[in-house]
């Protein structure tokens, strides 16, 4: 024990590994799938108006039927969670949280059941501060009441938002609600927006605190219904990554908040934009759009397999925006198996795609063979050679999404003594009949 232990200062001395705690409680090994009510359905609580699109166990149960029958469950979305909105503005007289007497006439824990019963786990919103956003009762001053609560009607998962809270609140409330979680022995995904109030205000979060107590954790603004959303969020973790990437790892990931693909505002090269750098930020895919309503294309992106595994690699390694060429940016996430997702985005609007030539090192992704997978299934495989750059032309506001998984090196010894000089789609696929 004490030689492991003396190992182990061996290893803090030398770097080798570090000291930070993050949360162990089981969950969330690799970033959370499911499904949440906020970017689609927002505070709608007028039923008469809004039958199919407001608040309520309807909504709930038609959306868990849908995942549970028509793939989502199966490619692994399996949280369903309902945001902001769902309470009675009061208390019930003996201070317990109630939820909407007619938008939830059989009441959460039977809601719960439900969602169970379709192989589904159950997610449910609160507010840390004396009020939610969307000004229903907080849960400051009745944390362990409302745990207490919470847990009682079996929920899975609880994204705990800042609204009515200060900085300080936050510091010493979001772990103390963490610890209340896991005192009840039930194992609960814990969903902090602690950062997101946080930067927003231009405070330094203790990104190293919040590893420590969350699962994940909204790091930044909101998302809406469009590109210029997506792309700013985009953006704001290229520029941030530095003092963010290393947080995000198995149990505890960075959140840029909900998938908003199938809904009005993406187009379709757009929508394939977001799925392809969520996969590489490795974030909880969280979608936000009315499942009965989906269009099969965009349906077809949310259960991209071969996105879905990047996002949930094992690795748990959080990909970066590696250069930015021409509006061309380029973001890259290691995996295991020493693969590499390389995402081309291209931020240009209008006009043709755009050609792209990209050095080895202007993806961050060390030079030797690779095979390249088209995520996107538009291109056949091919092979890059450690020689050569790589091309490729990317849609207006779109994204080329590649897999590269390195040759075997007897292969590549065979291969390299072929010298080809691939310039486009055509010559690429003659290098792989060729070759194999
Ligand atoms: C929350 O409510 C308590 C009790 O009414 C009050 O003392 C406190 O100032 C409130 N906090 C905020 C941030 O409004
Ligand atoms: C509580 O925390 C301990 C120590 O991190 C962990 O082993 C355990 O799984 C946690 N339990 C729950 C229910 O979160
Ligand atoms: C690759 O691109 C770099 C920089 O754009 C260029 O200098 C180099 O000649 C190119 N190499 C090949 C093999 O085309």
Redesign the pocket.
């Known amino acids: 024990m004490f030689l492991i232990f003396q190992m182990y200062v061996l290893l803090l001395v030398l770097g080798v590994v570090s000291p930070t705690m993050t949360?162990?409680?089981?969950l969330a090994l690799t970033p959370p799938m499911g499904w949440l009510t906020w970017q689609r359905y927002r505070c709608k609580v007028d039923c008469n108006t809004y039958p199919d699109d407001c608040i309520s166990e309807q909504l709930i149960r038609r959306t868990a039927d849908i995942m549970a029958e028509e793939g989502y469950l199966e490619a692994g979305y399996n949280y369903i969670a309902i945001d902001d909105c769902w309470l009675e503005k009061q208390r019930s007289p003996d201070g317990k949280l109630v939820a909407d007497r007619d938008r939830f006439p059989h009441g959460m824990k039977q809601l719960a059941k439900y969602v169970h019963h379709r192989g589904l786990k159950f997610g449910i919103y609160e507010d840390y501060g004396n009020t939610t956003c969307a000004l229903y009762p907080g849960v400051m001053g009745h944390e362990q009441t409302d745990v207490d609560t919470l847990l009682g009607w079996d929920v899975d998962y609880i994204k705990l938002d800042g609204c009515a809270a200060t900085p300080d609140d936050m510091k010493t409330g979001y772990p103390e609600f963490g610890k209340m979680?896991?005192a009840?022995?039930?194992?609960?995904l814990y969903s902090c927006s602690w950062p997101a109030y946080l930067e927003d205000a231009s405070i330094m979060p203790d990104y190293g605190a919040i590893a420590e107590h969350c699962n994940l954790w909204r790091n930044w603004d909101d998302i809406d219904d469009s590109w210029a959303s997506v792309s700013k969020i985009m953006n704001w973790f290229g520029d941030n990554q530095q003092r963010i990437q290393q947080y995000a790892g198995p149990g505890h990931w960075n959140d840029p908040d909900m998938l908003v693909i199938g809904n009005y505002g993406l187009s379709l090269d757009q929508a394939r934009a977001q799925m392809a750098v969520w996969a590489v930020l490795a974030a909880p895919l969280l979608m936000s759009a009315d499942l009965a309503r989906m269009r099969p294309e965009f349906k077809e992106i949310l259960l991209n397999r071969d996105i879905i595994a990047v996002n949930q690699d094992s690795l748990g390694k959080q990909g970066l925006r590696v250069s930015m060429k021409a509006k061309q940016h380029v973001w890259t996430r290691e995996l295991s198996g020493d693969s590499y997702a390389v995402a081309i985005v291209n931020h240009i609007e209008g006009g043709p795609p755009q050609f792209s030539s990209l050095t080895f090192s202007e993806m961050a992704v060390p030079a030797r063979s690779y095979t390249v997978q088209d995520l996107y299934h538009e291109e056949e495989d091919w092979i890059l050679f450690a020689n050569q750059n790589f091309t490729t032309r990317v849609n207006p506001t779109g994204v080329k999404f590649y897999q590269f998984v390195p040759l075997p090196s007897e292969e590549r010894t065979r291969k390299s003594n072929i010298n080809l000089n691939v310039q486009n789609e055509l010559d690429r696929k003659y290098v792989v009949e060729i070759v194999i």
């Open positions: 949360l162990d409680n089981g979680l896991n009840s022995g039930r194992p609960v």
